[in-house]
């Protein structure tokens, strides 16, 4: 199990349209057990621990990703 497991699965997710159909939701938000199950069936095998590290890591690379891509004012 790993987190390099977890962002991966996170990429995939966020590019597999039929991956993501597979979902299970609770008031409209996937419950993260729900998505360890689904790591685990494509053969990404994470915990729910793992998982929220992985997306911590994926939201602060992808704001470093957007901020270097804004131009700041007085550029």
């Not at 966020?14 to 685990?40: C, H, I, N």
């Not at 911590?56 to 901020?67: E, L, N």
Request: glycine share 6%.
């Amino acid at each position: 199990m790993s987190v390099k497991n977890a962002l991966q699965f996170i990429v995939q997710l966020r590019a597999d349209e039929e991956l993501s159909k597979q979902l299970v939701f609770s008031d409209g938000v996937p419950e993260l057990e729900s998505l360890v199950r689904l790591g685990d069936k494509i053969g990404l095998s994470f915990t729910v621990e793992e998982l929220r590290v992985a997306h911590k890591h994926d939201w602060g690379m992808r704001y470093i990703s957007c901020s270097r891509s804004t131009p700041t004012s007085g550029s």
